[in-house]
């Protein structure tokens, strides 16, 4: 540059490196107000429950998340149970586009493939105690996760991306006619129960079990068409009415000592989204875990209060003849599966691994809850606190 034409060539230099700085600065700009007057990705979700539902509320919840996080540019619609299409028929709806995305639980899916029942329901907690948190940390931490969308991409074939979204276990055993003293009991009574391999435990048991979706519970006990059902938990049973049907509740169910609502996405829909958005999603999605969490422990303590002082429900222990029946039951069908299906064996192996690692340890640390809250509310007395 040192020469005669030295200063023109640095002042042409410079002239070349603020015109293209500014313009960078025009496209940048160009580009944030192109994808700002881009109409928002709009995302219908058929959900699996009444608008009645806790959940139902919680998912409204998650998609203002999702609208607020992403600056308007995603848009969530929840539909209650059957606006578009019914329960059952939620994951086909969501792989052929007919919607955007669905809320349900994987077991939902078993007619597909048995397997799908063990990443939201493992029954009995897999049969080897995973509470919820313990089933929540083999997802997260445990390789479930990769065999969750395993079972949609390589097993089930599904255009779909899958995420868990709400935890709301323990399901109670449920409600019920009349008192039930005995496993004996509850065999002479027709039982409402989850699809699935659920099902086919109880009905190992000799228990005769239907499925049906949440919205037919109370009218097909109202009909008398079922004595006994389970839904949820309370304050979503509150809200189902069920106690309006029947006054005998027993809180402890293993069937579903455990249970996550997912979220899945159409994939084609998925993939328009741009990486910051498809992030957006994700991280509203394990903010919904943690919601749910809280929201359950509170309002699902509420609801008990409710239904035993206004409702006059009876709330009753599960028989303790009924545990190691399930147990047993539940060991039988789990490995008739797993002996017929390798990815069924696989995630089943992964669970009893993880539990043989962690359920001698955190089952100490639930005995330390129990017994403080046991010696709590011995300490202040039985007496529970009025409904707010």
Same mark, same amino acid.
């Given at each position: 540059s040192r020469g005669p034409h030295g200063g023109s060539?640095?002042?042409?230099?410079?002239?070349?490196?603020?015109? @293209?700085?500014? &313009? %960078? +600065?025009?496209? #940048?700009?160009?580009?944030?107000? /192109?994808?700002?007057?881009?109409?928002p990705a709009k995302f219908r979700i058929q959900t699996a429950v009444p608008s009645a539902s806790i959940y139902f509320e919680l998912l409204k919840r998650f998609g203002d998340r999702v609208d607020r996080m992403s600056g308007g540019r995603?848009?969530?619609?929840? @539909?209650?149970? &059957? %606006? +578009?299409?019914? #329960?059952?028929?939620?994951?086909? /709806?969501?792989d052929k586009g007919i919607v955007e995305g669905g809320y349900a639980w994987t077991h939902y899916w078993s007619g597909k493939n048995a397997a799908a029942g063990l990443f939201s329901n493992p029954m009995a907690g897999a049969g080897v105690g995973l509470d919820q948190l313990s089933h929540v940390a083999w997802i997260f931490e445990g390789g479930g996760y990769d065999l969750y969308r395993k079972l949609y991409s390589d097993v089930l074939k599904v255009n779909v991306e899958p995420f868990f979204?709400?935890?709301?276990?323990?399901?109670?055993?449920?409600?019920?006619?009349?008192?039930?003293?005995?496993?004996?009991?509850?065999?002479?009574?027709?039982?409402?129960?989850?699809?699935?391999?659920?099902?086919?435990?109880?009905?190992?048991?000799?228990?005769?079990?239907?499925?049906?979706?949440?919205?037919?519970?109370?009218?097909?006990a109202q009909r008398g068409v079922i004595d006994a059902a389970e839904w949820i938990g309370p304050a979503d049973d509150l809200n189902l009415g069920l106690q309006s049907v029947w006054k005998h509740?027993?809180?402890q169910g293993l069937h579903q000592s455990t249970d996550i609502g997912e979220l899945i996405i159409n994939k084609a829909a998925w993939n328009k989204l741009s990486p910051d958005l498809q992030e957006i999603i994700r991280a509203a999605a394990m903010a919904s875990m943690t919601e749910t969490y809280t929201f359950n422990v509170f309002?699902?303590?509420?609801?008990?209060?409710?239904?035993?002082?206004?409702?006059?429900?009876?709330?009753?222990?599960?028989?303790?003849?009924?545990?190691?029946?399930?147990?047993?039951?539940?060991?039988?069908?789990?490995?008739?599966?797993?002996?017929?299906?390798?990815?069924?064996?696989?995630?089943?192996?992964?669970?009893?691994?993880?539990?043989?690692?962690?359920?001698?340890?955190?089952?100490?640390?639930?005995?330390?809850?129990?017994?403080?809250?046991?010696?709590?509310?011995?300490?202040?007395?039985?007496?529970?606190?009025?409904?707010?």
């Open positions: 060539l640095r002042k042409r230099s410079a002239y070349t490196r603020a015109a @293209l700085a500014i &313009g %960078a +600065i025009t496209l #940048a700009c160009t580009s944030a107000l /192109a994808q700002t007057a881009q109409q995603i848009k969530m619609e929840m @539909l209650p149970d &059957g %606006a +578009i299409v019914p #329960a059952f028929e939620i994951l086909d /709806a969501v979204i709400q935890p709301m276990g323990p399901d109670p055993l449920g409600w019920f006619k009349s008192p039930i003293n005995s496993t004996a009991d509850f065999k002479k009574m027709k039982y409402r129960s989850p699809p699935g391999i659920t099902g086919e435990i109880f009905k190992e048991m000799g228990v005769a079990a239907v499925a049906m979706p949440g919205g037919e519970i109370v009218p097909a509740y027993y809180l309002k699902n303590a509420q609801a008990i209060v409710k239904l035993r002082n206004e409702f006059k429900v009876q709330i009753h222990d599960t028989p303790k003849d009924f545990y190691p029946e399930f147990v047993r039951a539940t060991t039988v069908v789990l490995d008739r599966y797993a002996a017929k299906d390798p990815f069924f064996k696989q995630v089943l192996d992964s669970q009893r691994g993880f539990a043989r690692v962690v359920v001698p340890y955190w089952t100490k640390i639930l005995d330390l809850y129990a017994s403080l809250g046991n010696a709590a509310i011995a300490a202040q007395g039985s007496a529970p606190p009025p409904a707010k």
